[in-house]
């Protein structure tokens, strides 16, 4: 199967359009065309519905199947190129690390420097991703995640550090609002959620009070960033759920609301396919982020809170 087809095919329903996609990708439409023809002749099947004097496109059911498998596909090309291209002999090459924006943004911007004298000919990628990883993301490309319960021959994790979930607010909020002496009495206080669709982010167990009780809390606030979270509880607009360790790396000063009830530890991984595996470079970078992690962890913050 040829991958520019393969590759054609996806950008054209992406773009919805034969003119956008050849004025965008300098092709011509007879080219686009030819090639859809001959991928749809190849696999057997009609992909897309072509409707003379309609200007919009509409995938067929093999079509939808193809363009929803295609991703992974082409990431298990991009990243096999990217296996080939790396000399683990001089620690040479590109490296893509998918994470989220708060680990990107609160701990490995700062490992950076470090890492650009430790392994110079490494050129790192960090590509933030919020959503909750797949098991045939974590198959196929390198990330920084949290760890996974399942057994998985397909992909290896290495620990890095556990990060440990809590509620938390300012003393300015627990001042003027009281401080909740059991899970019923956050229902008369302010709660800011990172989002109320636990199934689909990175941390699923961020609302973990909610998830296991009956507790409704009447008065939320979504705000889908860690770092709106920790402002907006700096200043006191209410109580959030996010772990010890990236409160502390951030710089903030809030206090634990319920402290003796526990909530989630969150294993947080370097994960990588099985086709790195023996890798030194992969190996040296594990070492690398596990080390950086746990010293960050334990220093001061280092930027301004404002």
Known sequence: MDLEQLRIFYDLVFTESFRKLSASNKLSVAKISRELS?????????L????????NMSLTRQGK????????????FDNLK???????????????????NS????????????????????QLNLIANNNLLTRDL????????????????????????NFHVGLWASKKYLDQYGRPTSLSDLQKHKVMLFTKELDQMTYPNLNWYLKDSNVMIPNQMCINSTLGLLKAAHHGLGIISLSEENIRVAGYQLER???????????????????????????N??????????????????????
């Not at 897309?48 to 200007?55: A, F, L, Q, T, V």
């Not at 199947?65 to 298990?76: H, M, T, W």
């Not at 970078?285 to 404002?306: D, G, H």
Request: charged share 20%; glycine share 4%.
């Open 285 to 306: 970078l594990a070492t690398f982020f596990k080390t950086q992690f746990c010293e960050l962890n334990k220093t001061p913050p280092i930027f301004e809170i404002l």
């Open 103 to 122: 680990l990107i943004e609160n701990w490995i911007v700062f490992m950076i420097p470090k890492l650009q004298e430790t392994y110079p000919n490494i």
């Open 48 to 55: 897309i519905e072509r409707k003379p004097g309609y200007s």
């Open 38 to 46: 001959a991928l749809e002749t190849e696999l057997g099947y009609r």
């Open 82 to 100: 990217q296996v080939m291209n790396t000399d683990p002999e001089l620690n040479s090459g590109n490296i893509t690390i998918h994470t989220t």
């Open 138 to 161: 974590k198959e196929n490309v390198i990330s920084i995640s949290p760890a996974s319960d399942e057994k998985n021959k397909n992909f290896f994790q290495v620990p890095l550090l």
């Open 65 to 76: 199947v193809l363009f929803e498998a295609l991703p992974q596909v082409f990431g298990i």
């Open 257 to 283: 609301v319920l402290p003796e009830i526990n909530g989630p530890t969150v294993p947080m991984c370097l994960t990588y396919p099985t086709y790195w595996k023996d890798n030194s470079i992969i190996e």
